[in-house]
T-cell receptor, first 109, second 115 residues
Framework: SQQGEEDPQALSIQEGENATMNCSYKTSINNLQWYRQNSGRGLVHLILIRSNEREKHSGRLRVTLDTSKKSSSLLITASRAADTASYFCSTSGTYKYIFGTGTRLKVLA | EAQVTQNPRYLITVTGKKLTVTCSQNMNHEYMSWYRQDPGLGLRQIYYSMNVEVTDKGDVPEGYKVSRKEKRNFPLILESPSPNQTSLYFC??????????????FGPGTRLTVL
């Protein structure tokens, strides 16, 4: 069963703008991860946030987690053309991983 | 270089012809997994393995088999492929499961078409 759902499905912005994408999930989690996928390639891990954390930063990435709303957001600041990719959230169940449907981000130069 | 490799990268086959997609990692990872990616559905886990000789079903295991005889290898077997198994397949590994707190490293993907 699909647990993570990203919103929006697609996002198009100008270079230099910020991009925000959201992920909702259905059950309790220990942590939540975000991954990036460049056109048809393997996913690359971006950041992990644990259930007892509310916010985490890594370079131009900022992730928030609201366990009461079962949602997370990924903010990419000062976006670049190279940020064009699909972004997925991933949660973990009993030894399994569940990925959302992804947000396709296009950054226009 | 630490990596997950998959072969073949592209495969076109016909219904019912058994095939194997290989996956190998060189990071001594315990946890390995197979996913399929379909438009609008994201990634769905097919099978996973906690360690050698320990495998279990993911969310979409029907029509697939796996084995884990060595730590580095985790082949995906389609004994009688059908057109609904046409998809993009990814193998991934992580150091261990550890409550899902370890990052997964993904292979480059195998694009399978079943006619």
């Amino acid at each position: 069963s699909q647990q993570g759902e990203e919103d929006p499905q697609a996002l198009s912005i100008q270079e230099g703008e910020n991009a925000t994408m959201n992920c909702s999930y259905k059950t309790s989690i220990n942590n939540l991860q975000w991954y990036r996928q460049n056109s048809g390639r393997g996913l690359v891990h971006l950041i992990l946030i644990r259930s007892n954390e509310r916010e985490k930063h890594s370079g131009r990435l900022r992730v928030t987690l609201d366990t009461s709303k079962k949602s997370s957001s990924l903010l990419i600041t000062a976006s670049r053309a190279a940020d064009t990719a699909s972004y997925f959230c991933s949660t973990s169940g009993t030894y399994k991983y569940i990925f959302g449907t992804g947000t396709r981000l296009k950054v226009l130069a | 270089e630490a990596q997950v490799t998959q072969n073949p990268r592209y495969l076109i086959t016909v219904t019912g012809k058994k095939l194997t997609v290989t996956c190998s990692q060189n990071m001594n990872h315990e946890y390995m997994s197979w996913y399929r990616q379909d438009p609008g559905l994201g990634l769905r886990q097919i099978y996973y393995s906690m360690n050698v000789e320990v495998t279990d079903k993911g969310d979409v295991p029907e029509g697939y088999k796996v084995s884990r005889k060595e730590k580095r290898n985790f082949p995906l077997i389609l004994e009688s492929p059908s057109p609904n198994q046409t998809s993009l397949y990814f193998c991934a590994s992580s150091a261990s499961y550890s409550g899902g707190s370890n990052e997964q490293f993904f292979g480059p993907g195998t694009r399978l078409t079943v006619l």
